[in-house]
């Protein structure tokens, strides 16, 4: 039945239907609306449906939507009686009737929709009596007859040549009632499995009402249990503190970022329009500026200053853990609006649960008992319900009864009529029928003024034998009131004075709390500071360690004796390095000054060169003229032919 949903949901999304239903809403529609959808689907396969529902009979509808069903050949599941059930159910909007019609109509609407158009054609037409006197008419109305005459006797002949092909096999009769009763039992099956899968569906709605419920009830009870003055103040104080950190860290960060970013786009705003030699520049003076911090970066590491580095660990510690306090404190904010959206909508709800039936939420049996009286007023429900369905079929039925009664009526009335007017008495009846209304009117009106003052003097009794026994009823109450007034003021006395007594005991306690609080808090920033102090010597030490322990490497491998060992100081290795590039700026120079020493005959000679070669081509261009001849590079054609003259 899910899937079935979701298929009819999809396809009534799209084109052209477009409609904004998910499963929940549509499974949600009220019967009419119900109806509503499936007659929106017959128009699209037949634009005659076109028909508001509100404005038509129920009779009318289920008449309409069946005759066009039978047209396109729908077949309804189960039997005669289960046939009965279909109409029924078509007539009051049941969704286990017309859920199957949607999904089956939604599967084929290009292929109903030309069964639809050919339908027309196709079907017999009822021709009125009066017009089969015609004719042409009687022999076209004959001739279609004696057409499905003979199309009905090639139907029977096939059927028997079948049933004598058949009745050759053995036991035929037995596979016939076997096979007739396998097609009844998958229907059936059919059937039960829709009938599971809606009462799964009931199950698991069921099963997710009780758990919204017993996790509510687990909030409810949390929320009691911990109402302790205790744990109040630990949740204000938790509350204060992290208000205080939004107010006086958070909230003023946030306000500074949008403020520079807001002042780098007013800034950037106000300056022109740069162009690409602006863009340029801009890039050179980047290039310079990071050439910049690596030249600080290098002198930095050349320094190797351990306390910077070990500050830096701390700076790099302490900005995680200020991000880290950050993403938790809007964590927490988001968890604190969720919070305050679903007490809103629990709240809501219980107002609305109020509203409804004027009771509390209900708990533990109350609730049990609550849940046992509403199943069986469920149980009531459906079977008036389906009382009410029945008397809805039986109106349409009386309806029409009452419609074929009524013509019945007017043609007597004119046969009436006629046969006054042929007699020379015409109104005769039609004075008498008034005469015995009005007489009938005025029984009825004079036994009705009788009733009246009969009952209005019953009343008046009645109610005066009320008012004495509710005075006699209520005296008893009003002394037992007036002693419950006077025994409640006594209480909202000794209450007013109880609470005095709280209210001062509770003062006496507050301030001795905060004071040791403030006791506290400072022994706990004093074990801190020394904590911090200790691990930063302890730090401090582990480094200076590690640079002795190089320092000895490095005396040792310089005092040695062993070139190898030499040759691994840093000190050797550096002295190598520096030799290596004096050596090579040396190289460098010499070519640099070769360069500079030929630079200025190399550029006379090739400014020779190319004026040789202008010179060489002018005359190669002078001699071409002289000949008459193309120049070479160009096309002619010869003999119909292109040529390229070399």
């Not at 007013?266 to 340029?280: F, Y």
């Not at 200020?322 to 679903?342: F, I, P, T």
């Not at 020779?608 to 002018?618: G, K, S, Y």
Request: proline share 2%; glycine share 4%; with cysteine.
């Amino acid at each position: 039945m899910s899937d079935q949903i979701k298929f009819i949901v999809d396809s009534l999304s799209t084109e052209p239907f477009r409609k904004s239903y998910n499963l929940i809403t549509f499974d949600s529609l009220e019967p009419m609306q119900l109806l509503q959808v499936l007659s929106d689907v017959l128009a699209e396969i037949d634009p005659k449906q076109i028909v508001d529902i509100r404005e038509e009979m129920p009779e009318q509808t289920a008449r309409r939507m069946l005759s066009l069903l039978g047209t396109l050949k729908y077949k309804p599941p189960g039997n005669a009686a289960d046939m009965s059930t279909f109409r029924q159910g078509l007539v009051i909007g049941s969704k286990p009737v017309i859920y199957p019609v949607l999904h089956w109509l939604l599967q084929r609407t290009s292929e109903l929709k030309k069964r639809a158009y050919l339908a027309r054609f196709l079907i017999k037409l009822e021709v009125p009596s009066e017009f089969l006197q015609d004719e042409i008419v009687a022999d076209t109305n004959k001739q279609d007859i004696s057409a499905m005459e003979e199309e009905k006797d090639q139907l029977i002949k096939r059927v028997e040549r079948l049933k004598k092909r058949v009745e050759t096999v053995q036991n035929h009769q037995r596979m016939l009632q076997i096979a007739r009763q396998l097609r009844v039992e998958k229907e059936r099956e059919e059937f039960l499995a829709q009938q599971k899968q809606e009462q799964k569906n009931q199950l698991f709605h069921a099963v997710q009402r009780l758990q919204r419920a017993h996790s509510q009830l687990k909030s409810l009870r949390h929320a009691a249990a911990d109402a302790k003055p205790e744990s109040l103040m630990k949740r204000l104080e938790e509350e204060i503190k992290f208000n205080s950190y939004v107010v006086t860290e958070k909230f003023p960060k946030e306000l500074e970022s949008k403020r520079k970013e807001l002042h780098f786009l007013q800034k950037v705003v106000s300056e022109p329009a740069m162009g690409h030699s602006d863009l340029l520049e801009l890039e050179s003076q980047i290039n310079e500026i990071n050439t910049q911090i690596n030249q600080l970066i290098e002198k930095k590491m050349m320094r190797n200053e351990p306390i910077e580095g070990k500050l830096s660990l701390y700076r790099q510690q302490a900005s995680i853990l200020a991000r880290k306090k950050e993403a938790k404190a809007e964590e927490l904010q988001e968890a604190k609006e969720k919070l305050a959206s679903l007490e809103r909508e629990v709240s809501v709800k219980a107002n609305q649960t109020r509203e409804f039936d004027g009771t509390e939420v209900l708990k533990g049996d109350e609730f049990k008992r609550y849940v046992s009286k509403l199943r069986s007023k469920s149980t009531v429900f459906k079977k008036k319900h389906q009382i009410i369905a029945e008397f809805k079929a039986e109106f349409g039925l009386l309806q029409r009864t009452e419609e074929l009664l009524k013509q019945r009526h007017e043609n007597i009335q004119q046969q009436l009529q006629t046969t006054e007017e042929k007699r020379g008495v015409s109104g005769y009846s039609y004075t008498q029928e008034e005469l015995e209304r009005v007489s009938a009117l005025k029984s009825e009106v004079d036994e009705m003024k009788g009733r009246t003052l009969d009952d209005m003097s019953e009343m008046v009794k009645k109610l005066n034998s009320l008012v004495a026994e509710k005075k006699s009823a209520l005296a008893p109450v009003i002394k037992d009131l007036r002693q419950l007034r006077q025994k409640c003021q006594e209480l909202t006395q000794e209450c007013s004075e109880k609470k005095s007594q709280y209210d001062s005991c509770a003062a006496g306690l507050e301030s001795n709390r905060s004071k040791l609080e403030q006791e506290v808090r400072g022994l706990r920033d004093e074990c801190l500071q020394e904590e911090s102090r200790y691990h930063y010597t302890n730090c401090m030490i582990k480094g200076l360690r590690v640079q002795l322990r190089r320092a000895a490497d490095e005396m040792r491998a310089y005092v040695s004796s062993d070139q190898q060992e030499k040759r691994k100081a840093v000190r050797e290795q550096y002295t190598k390095n520096i030799a290596e590039q004096e050596n090579l700026g040396k190289k460098l120079q010499e070519k640099q000054k070769a360069v500079r020493e030929s630079h200025g005959p190399n550029m006379k000679q090739v400014k020779m060169w190319r004026d040789f070669e202008q010179l060489m081509a002018c005359k190669r261009e002078c001699f071409l003229q002289q000949r008459g001849q193309t120049p070479a590079g160009q096309v002619i054609q010869e003999g119909g032919e292109d040529r390229l003259v070399l």
